[in-house]
């Protein structure tokens, strides 16, 4: 059975930091999705990361995916205040296929100025 | 291009009454899933529909919950009975084949309160 654990599942920073977000899957999956959820708000796709060594950024977040460790990385520069916002990272239950997303805790980020 | 749309947004009610939740997909989107989240977790699937046919609705409560998608476009997810632990957001997403990424667009949910 397919599990996404992610760590931390809190963080706290201050503006102007950098820190990762770590999302580490059990079976083997060759995409792997980051979504951001703003409390009371839906999940609003941020990456969408199809191969092994794929690296996609927007902005201050850049997201990586190494399918051989079985793991993804968000990673934060240069933190400020509109980031702050629970983050999952979300894996196909079956490689490949279009079916049931299996999502991580999520990781709420508070940035602090 | 327009979201997907769901409604109502909020809902209370008191336990063992009937619920009902409603859903539009993007358009031309084939694939429509409700996912179920409770607080302080992410989403879980609850049904997973190809058009207007359910291709996994394991994780579906069959004996209080139903769902249908007539047409292959509206889908309408019900609770009879609900039960006080039935309180949680359900959200509905969509997504198309024709997107080599197969990438879920989320719509806003419904926020459900069972008292």
């Known amino acids: 059975e397919l599990k996404v654990e992610q760590n931390p599942l809190f963080l706290s920073m201050q503006e102007g930091k950098n820190y990762t977000i770590y999302c580490n899957y059990s079976t083997t999956s060759d995409r792997l999705y980051w979504y951001r959820q703003d409390p009371g708000k839906s999940l609003e796709s941020l990456f969408v990361?199809?191969?092994?060594?794929a690296v996609k950024q927007e902005g201050r977040l850049m997201a990586s995916l190494d399918t051989k460790a079985r793991l993804s990385t968000l990673h934060i520069t240069a933190a400020v205040h509109d980031l702050s916002a629970t983050y999952f990272c979300a894996v196909p239950q079956y490689s490949g296929n279009t079916g049931k997303l299996i999502f991580g805790q999520g990781t709420t980020l508070q940035v602090k100025p | 291009e327009a979201g997907v749309v769901q409604s109502p947004r909020y809902k209370i009610i008191e336990k063992k009454q009937p619920v009902a939740f409603w859903c539009n997909p993007i358009s031309g989107h084939n694939t429509l899933y409700w996912y179920l989240q409770n607080l302080g977790q992410g989403p879980e699937l609850l049904i997973r529909y190809e058009n207007e046919e359910a291709v996994d609705d394991s994780q579906l409560p069959k004996d209080r919950f139903s769902a249908e998608r007539l047409k292959g476009v509206d889908s309408t997810l019900k609770i009879q009975p609900a039960e006080l632990g039935d309180s949680a957001v359900y959200l509905c997403?969509?997504?198309?084949?024709?997107?080599?990424?197969?990438?879920?667009?989320f719509g806003p949910g419904t926020r459900l309160t069972v008292l």
């Open positions: 997403a969509s997504s198309s084949r024709d997107r080599g990424d197969n990438e879920q667009f």
């Open positions: 990361l199809l191969s092994n060594g």
